[in-house]
């Protein structure tokens, strides 16, 4: 077997594991879509033509942008700012009331703060942006928990009043599942939840009134823009390079599903059920990535916590999974006169980022003397977290799975000497 041919075999088993994982009425369905070849041709035929598109180059396509990175970029374009933020206004009114009814001179703009993507916060709204262009999983009660979080944040937001969720997808304008946002708060927030897709919106608000709007002498601005317009359109497979690509691939489809002599209404009802069958795939080939994604980091989590075992056996480390789409390994420290300490190492619900510091004990709330402490000891590179900042974290800092040992151990001995 050549190269590909073993990649193509690979790919098939996976598939058939998928298959099999599946309830017996889906498998049928699935044996249909998998196994007729429909499939592996059309990646073939995909990976063949990609490689006849001309030369072509996009900064963001180099770095993969994550989530992460899509909301800082809309964070940088929401802050320009002349006499008023002329980007986030036009943005506003690109999406319709209530939205075109906001309008502030003064704005905070935020990236991950309490692990909400984006806020934009004023005097008199909140504005929590969920990012999932790129389908990454949801978390329970998640997006419920950033919207009761901003209530207790002492800045008087109120769900029935100020307080506004725009869910970002990929693709469709479809509705979270209850699991991350219930029906009770989708009530509450009325008409200030919308749910909204970069095709089908943030792509195009940046090509009618983004770039537009950008004067000439906003040169580097600009050049942000078409960058980004045209890394969408990448994503979306728009960019006029990829016209033949998408001509031929439409027409591979269109031949192997025989639509040729069906009429307009029987070809519309194929497609709809091919296109159900891919979705119920994606489904559990999802459900499936998020149960490894998880094993993956309690493994990695279960290597740190046996060599803190070795280092520091008397501190007792420990692995708490009570939130399962943050696990993190736990070493508590414990003072005569200050409340129990969590030395903790935390990594992220995608497995992408970990990350270590210092949170409190589950029943305690946040000790001003213990924030008094971190703000007159020099914590270079980490976050001091306020108590409207974040509810558990005291101080935090990011890492790399590569270094994240030797840092966090460094730090637990810095953290001892600080508490003598």
């Not at 996976?14 to 009425?25: H, I, L, P």
């Not at 691939?249 to 709809?272: A, G, S, V």
């Not at 409207?388 to 994240?404: D, M, V």
Request: aromatic share 14%; net charge negative; glycine share 2%.
């Amino acid at each position: 077997m050549t190269e590909k041919e073993i990649i193509a075999f690979n790919c098939l088993n996976f598939f058939k594991e998928t298959a099999d994982y599946m309830n017996n009425q889906e498998t049928e369905k699935v044996d249909d879509l998998l196994f007729n070849g429909l499939l592996i041709e059309f990646i073939r035929l995909f990976e063949l033509e990609k490689r006849k598109l001309p030369y072509h180059i996009n900064l963001l396509d180099e770095i993969h942008a994550n989530e992460n990175a899509h909301s800082r970029i809309l964070s940088k374009l929401f802050q320009a700012k002349d006499s008023e933020y002329f980007l986030l206004n036009s943005f506003f009114k690109y999406l319709g009331i209530p939205f075109s009814n906001l309008f502030s001179h003064s704005l905070s703009v935020t990236c991950d703060k309490n692990r909400i993507d984006l806020r934009i916060r004023s005097q008199d709204f909140s504005i929590i942006f969920e990012n999932k262009i790129h389908e990454a999983i949801e978390q329970e009660r998640q997006i419920d928990r950033y919207v009761e979080n901003e209530e207790l944040s002492g800045d008087s937001y109120n769900r029935k009043k100020n307080i506004f969720v725009l869910y970002l997808q990929k693709y469709e304008n479809k509705r979270p599942s209850e699991y991350s946002f219930s029906k009770i708060l989708e009530e509450d927030l009325e008409d200030r939840y919308m749910s909204i897709s970069y095709q089908k919106t943030i792509l195009p608000w940046l090509i009618e009134e983004a770039l537009p709007n950008c004067r000439k002498k906003e040169e580097y601005l600009s050049s942000a823009i078409e960058q980004y317009i045209d890394h969408l359109k990448g994503l979306f497979h728009q960019r006029k390079i990829e016209k033949n690509m998408n001509e031929e691939l439409k027409k591979y489809l269109f031949e192997k599903l025989e639509l040729k002599d069906k009429t307009i209404y029987e070809q519309f009802n194929i497609l709809k059920n091919k296109e159900k069958e891919v979705q119920e795939i994606f489904n559990y080939l999802q459900e499936l990535r998020v149960e490894k994604e998880r094993e993956k980091n309690l493994f990695i989590l279960s290597e740190i916590k046996n060599k803190l075992i070795n280092d520091f056996p008397e501190d007792k480390p420990r692995i708490d999974t009570e939130y399962i789409d943050y696990p993190k390994v736990i070493i508590p420290i414990n003072s005569s006169v200050l409340p129990i300490l969590n030395l903790t190492v935390e990594i992220d619900y995608e497995g992408k980022d970990v990350y270590f510091g210092i949170i409190t004990d589950k029943s305690h709330i946040k000790d001003q003397r213990i924030l008094d402490l971190f703000k007159d000891f020099y914590f270079a590179d980490f976050n001091i977290e306020s108590n409207n900042n974040n509810p558990n974290w005291y101080i935090s800092k990011n890492s790399s799975f590569e270094f994240i040992y030797l840092e966090f151990k460094e730090f637990i001995i810095k953290i001892k000497e600080l508490l003598k």
